[in-house]
């Protein structure tokens, strides 16, 4: 790809004299054998080493590993194991076919009168050998030859007869059980090296990673060459972590696949789509631009969504917000709609005569996300891609609002890369707070089409599309409806002062905000009048509102802000000057009235809410609001930076490379640290689904 600052005719291509090594597309795959060959010698190499694999059931990062086995115990100070049901399966994915023992350790009941529990024992399908565990632990041992281990996996199944522990004991485990599994392991000849054939699915699995990271990265991001060296890079790493986890890579590569292919596809998808808007909305925009846009998209998408995809991720809010889809499906839907029903601290039954003012869900993201239980892969997947999309689909978003308010293409480009690299982006990802995320997502679709669409305002089909959005901005998220209503009403009262502009569709725009806002009432936001006014009568409104006020004075909690700003994981503070930079280089923007009032709307709306979260607690969403703001006018910042002497240079690649650093260690932190209980209760929101039929079509395909 071009760089940001070469001319949009240049070619991308290595020129000698006049002739092009690289003349068209296709050619840059010629390397991509090569890149291959030395990818499977990488994983080749990686399988001549074996060591002992095990899974230790009962521990927290045995869940991907398992099946059909219920919640994990003991783990107050006794041996953590967990039951089986009367079928149950330990997974080996990817450890390669070699000459192994099998050693299972086995706990029986502890049931006066109950019989001991008989388990038959398979390794792919061959049975081992059926034992009688009895009270306490054993542990058992059994000889797998490589031929009985397909494709290089291993997969134990333990069944036997299970029993009711209440209908033995009483009491309330109605659980069907039937033993204990503490420790299943693969113990080889000799560990370290061990010469043998890796195994052919993670193999083939690393090929197409590698292959999909060329082309993704050849087509959008680098040169060939840089391309083939992430790609050999990635390669290696891969191969290296398949030799030392290999348990863990195994599992994950398939997932890893899914991200990239689903990256591919959605940069590729997203690229024509954002040439059609910006077609429609009269902004010129160059093929280098949008590769650009298509590689920031490309590679943030690749980043937020292979970490969450990881088998023990935790998006921590997720679950609770998929478990009230699931209450939809369940035929919950009245008793989810009732106001306060989606709050995790108030019930709908409190609204009377709580002191404690929440401000609760709107249900129609849950709405929404019932359909997810429809899709052949578990919800949870479902939730965290689309979250990653609309995260990174800003980027385009930014891109066009900037160019529409006199902003330069280099400014845009840099405002979207600014936005992907906020470590906040990152964090909201891990808190897994989805409404939050939709939320901010309909807020900048709204207001990058109110100001593409501003000239045509006046056809109904334009005015419709921005009362479509605004309306999906207030039934989304009630916080953000809030935020989108202040700021678009400071918006017109700022434009309606301005006697320089020259389309003044403001009635139009007026009469979409209230359009919406009745809309919003009348759906759904009508049944909070009722107590609201009841609470206003009896005086109990100002008293829970008092109750939520922040403790310390006003002195401390701007500093709490700002420090919290400034942290690592937020890393907006540098973004913030960047802005106030970019106001003074892009200061002649702002004589069109709708960029500067705009930008003034913007900032006040955020202002206004701090002073709100100092009453009612936020949770910074008013600081979420505002980033976008944040990235448009730092990108100015850069473009002002890039084209000074060397130091604005050297400050642009600076800030690039920090922000970056920030965002990895802030996601990489969240994804080693935070963990999360999943019970079976949860089994319908991240059961596998889709891994089982690809594993039969794969054994079928190659006849097995």
């Known amino acids: 790809m071009v760089g940001l600052g070469s001319h949009p005719g240049q070619s991308s291509c290595w020129k000698a004299g006049s002739r092009c090594f690289w003349p068209n597309a296709l050619s840059r795959y010629r390397v991509l054998p090569l890149v291959l060959l030395v990818t499977a010698i990488f994983v080749v190499c990686a399988y001549q080493f074996d060591r002992i694999y095990t899974v230790d059931a009962g521990r927290y990062a045995d869940r991907p590993f398992l099946r059909g086995f219920h919640d994990r115990e003991g783990v107050d100070g006794l041996e953590p194991f967990r039951w089986t049901g009367a079928r149950s399966e330990v997974i080996f994915p990817g450890v390669g076919a070699r000459d192994r023992w099998l050693l299972v350790r086995l706990g029986g009941h502890e049931y006066a009168g109950l019989a001991d529990r008989t388990v038959r024992i398979a390794v792919n399908g061959t049975v081992m050998s059926e034992v009688v565990v009895s009270k306490g632990w054993q542990a058992y041992r059994f000889w797998i030859p490589a031929s009985e281990q397909h494709l290089g996996s291993v997969r134990v199944t333990l069944e036997t007869t299970p029993f009711v522990p209440a209908e033995v004991a009483g009491g309330e485990d109605d659980r069907l059980v039937g033993v204990k599994v503490s420790r299943v392991e693969l113990v080889p000849m000799s560990n370290g090296f061990s010469a043998g054939w890796p195994a052919l699915v993670p193999l083939l699995w690393c090929l197409l990673l590698v292959a999909g990271i060329y082309a993704g990265l050849s087509t959008w991001v680098v040169s060939w060459r840089g391309a083939a060296v992430v790609a050999l890079l990635v390669a290696a790493a891969v191969a290296c972590a398949l030799s030392v986890y290999r348990l863990q890579v195994a599992a994950y590569l398939p997932r890893l696949v899914a991200g990239m292919l689903l990256g591919l596809a959605l940069a590729a998808a997203s690229g024509r789509l954002a040439r059609l808007l910006y077609r429609w909305s009269g902004v010129a925009a160059s093929d280098r631009d949008v590769r650009w846009l298509q590689a920031i998209f490309l590679v943030g998408f690749w980043l937020k969504a292979w970490g969450l995809l990881y088998p023990n991720s935790v998006a921590i809010d997720l679950k609770w917000h998929l478990w009230q889809a699931q209450r939809i499906v369940d035929g919950e839907l009245a008793t989810i709609y009732k106001p306060g029903a989606l709050a995790f601290w108030i019930a709908p039954d409190q609204w009377g005569g709580s002191l404690e003012a929440a401000v609760p869900y709107s249900p129609f993201y849950h709405i929404t996300a019932a359909a997810f239980f429809f899709l052949p892969w578990p919800p949870y997947v479902t939730a965290n891609l689309l979250s990653v999309f609309l995260d990174t689909s800003r980027g385009f978003l930014l891109y066009g609002l900037a160019r529409k308010l006199g902003m330069g293409n280099r400014a845009g480009i840099f405002a979207a890369l600014l ?286």
Request: positive net charge; contains cysteine.
């Open 419 to 704: 936005y992907g690299l906020f470590p906040t982006t990152f964090l909201l990802h891990s808190w897994g707070n989805v409404p939050t995320t939709t939320g901010l997502w309909w807020a900048i679709a709204a207001t990058w089409y109110l100001v593409a669409g501003w000239e045509k305002m006046k056809r109904w089909t334009v005015w419709s599309g921005l009362v479509v959005l605004l309306l999906g901005t207030m039934l989304y998220y009630s916080v953000i409806a809030a935020f989108i209503v202040v700021f678009f009403v400071l918006l017109l009262l700022g434009l309606s002062w301005s006697r320089s502009l020259e389309v003044r569709p403001l009635g139009r725009v007026g009469l979409a905000l209230v359009v919406a806002v009745g809309l919003a009432m009348a759906i759904y936001y009508w049944q909070y009048v009722p107590p609201l006014l009841l609470l206003l009568r009896s005086g109990r409104l100002g008293a829970g509102l008092g109750s939520t006020a922040q403790s310390v004075p006003v002195t401390v909690f701007l500093w709490r802000t700002l420090v919290r700003i400034a942290s690592l994981r937020y890393g907006l503070l540098w973004p913030a000057v960047l802005a106030f930079v970019g106001l003074w280089a892009g200061r002649g923007c702002l004589r069109n009235p709708l960029t500067r009032w705009l930008t003034w709307s913007w900032f006040l709306t955020g202002l206004l809410f701090l002073a709100v979260d100092y009453r009612i607690q936020l949770v910074d969403k008013h600081i979420f609001f505002l980033m976008p703001l944040l990235a448009l006018w730092g990108g100015v910042a850069l473009d002002w930076l890039l084209g000074s002497r060397c130091w604005g240079k050297a400050i642009v690649w600076a800030t690039a490379l920090a922000l970056a650093v920030a965002s990895l260690h802030t996601w990489l932190y969240r994804l080693s640290n935070v963990q999360q209980e999943w019970t079976e209760a949860d089994i319908r929101i991240v059961g596998e689904r889709l891994a089982p039929l690809m594993v039969a079509g794969i054994q079928r395909l190659l006849g097995l």
